[in-house]
C-alpha cells in the first residue's frame, strides 16, 4: 500500500513539471481559458541581439597614422573582411619562369614574365609586373618587420591591384647560378609591361614609402593615372561595402534565429513578421552591395583586363 502511494505521489510530482498551455509562446495567444495559478512561463526571444560580426580586425600597417602613400587616415579605424581582402596582396605566382614550365628543367631571365609563354596563367596582359625575391633564413623579427612594413600596407595593396604580382622564395631556388644572380636578401624587382626593368630594390630596408613612390610612378607611365587621388575613393566605397557586409550578416543572424524559434512555435506572428521584414532587408542589402561593388570596378575600368596569352610561334616553311 506504501509503495502505491509513493508511486502516485511521484506521478502527482512529474506532471506538475509537464509543460502546459502557458508556455507557449508568449507572442502566441494561449488557448487556455482557465485562469491558472501563477504567470505564464517566458517564450525565448524570437529575435535576440546578433552575435558581433566576426572577422573584424584592427587596421593594417598605416591605419591611424599613414601608409606608402603618405595619406592620413582616422585613427581607431576598424577594417572589416571586405576591406581586408580588397586591400590584401594578390600573389600569382611563386617561381622563376622556366625555359620548357611542363617539365620544370632550365629558367629563363626574369624579365620574360612579360612574355605571355612564360607568364603566369593568370597574369593580365598590359599589366607592368612586381616580383618580391623573400627568405626565411633570418632573425625572426626582422623577417616580421619587414613583411608587416610592406605587404600589410594597404596603400601597398591596393597599387598592387594594377601589377602582376609574383612573390618567390629565393630558398627554393636550386640553381647555383641563379642563387647567386639573385642573392640571399629580401629584393623587390618592378618591371614595366614590356619586361624593362624600372626599380631594383634590394636589402631589408625596403620602406614602404619608398615601395609605393615606385608603384605609383609606374601607374603614371603605364596609364597616366595616379593612384594616390584613387586611393581615398576607394577607401569610402570600401568603408560601404563593410557595413553593408555587417548588416547582411546581422539579417542572415536575426532570421536564423527566427527560423529555429518558429521550429518550436510554429503560429508566432511577430516572428512572421520579423522574418518578412528582414528578407526584404537583405533584398535591399544585396542590391546596395551590387551597387557599391560596381562603383569599385567603375573606378578601375581603365585597367586591361585580358588575360596573357602564349606568342604563337612562326610556322616553319
Not at 113 to 138: M, N, Q
Not at 184 to 199: F, T
Not at 221 to 232: F, G, H, V, Y
Request: glycine fraction near 6%.
Amino acid at each position: 500500500m506504501k509503495h502505491v502511494l509513493s508511486v502516485g505521489l511521484m506521478l502527482v510530482a512529474c506532471l506538475a513539471w509537464l509543460p502546459t498551455a502557458s508556455s507557449q509562446c508568449a507572442s502566441y495567444p494561449s488557448t487556455n481559458s482557465g485562469s491558472g495559478s501563477g504567470s505564464p512561463s517566458p517564450a525565448p526571444n524570437p529575435s535576440p541581439r546578433p552575435a558581433p560580426v566576426p572577422g573584424i580586425t584592427t587596421a593594417p600597417a598605416g591605419g591611424g597614422t599613414t601608409g606608402g602613400s603618405g595619406l592620413r587616415r582616422k585613427a581607431g579605424v576598424t577594417w572589416g573582411p571586405q576591406s581586408l581582402y580588397r586591400t590584401r596582396m594578390h600573389w600569382i605566382g611563386s617561381r622563376l619562369p622556366r625555359k620548357d614550365s611542363k617539365y620544370d628543367n632550365e629558367t629563363v631571365a626574369i624579365e620574360l614574365l612579360a612574355d605571355g609563354k612564360y607568364a603566369h596563367k593568370d597574369a593580365k596582359a598590359g599589366r607592368p609586373i612586381l616580383v618580391s625575391f623573400y627568405t626565411e633564413d633570418g632573425d625572426d623579427e626582422q623577417l616580421d618587420s619587414y613583411e608587416s612594413r610592406l605587404w600589410a600596407d594597404a596603400d601597398i595593396g591596393i597599387a598592387s591591384r594594377l601589377f602582376n604580382c609574383y612573390r618567390i622564395c629565393l630558398d627554393d631556388i636550386e640553381s647555383p647560378v641563379d642563387r647567386k644572380k639573385y642573392g640571399s636578401q629580401p629584393r623587390i624587382m618592378i618591371m614595366d609591361a614590356s619586361g624593362k626593368m624600372i626599380y631594383d630594390m634590394k636589402g631589408w630596408n625596403t620602406t614602404n614609402r619608398r615601395l609605393f613612390k615606385s608603384l605609383r610612378s609606374v601607374i603614371k607611365s603605364t596609364w597616366k593615372k595616379d593612384i594616390l587621388r584613387l586611393i581615398p575613393k576607394h577607401f569610402d566605397i570600401l568603408a560601404k561595402l563593410d557595413r553593408l557586409h555587417a548588416d547582411t550578416y546581422k539579417a542572415k543572424t536575426i532570421l536564423k534565429t527566427a527560423k529555429a524559434h518558429l521550429r518550436v512555435h510554429a503560429k508566432c506572428v511577430p516572428t512572421h513578421k520579423r522574418i518578412k521584414k528582414t528578407t526584404k532587408e537583405m533584398v535591399a542589402l544585396e542590391k546596395e552591395t551590387k551597387k557599391a561593388e560596381a562603383k569599385e570596378a567603375k573606378l578601375y575600368a581603365f585597367l586591361k583586363t585580358t588575360k596573357a596569352e602564349p606568342k604563337e610561334k612562326p610556322v616553319s616553311k
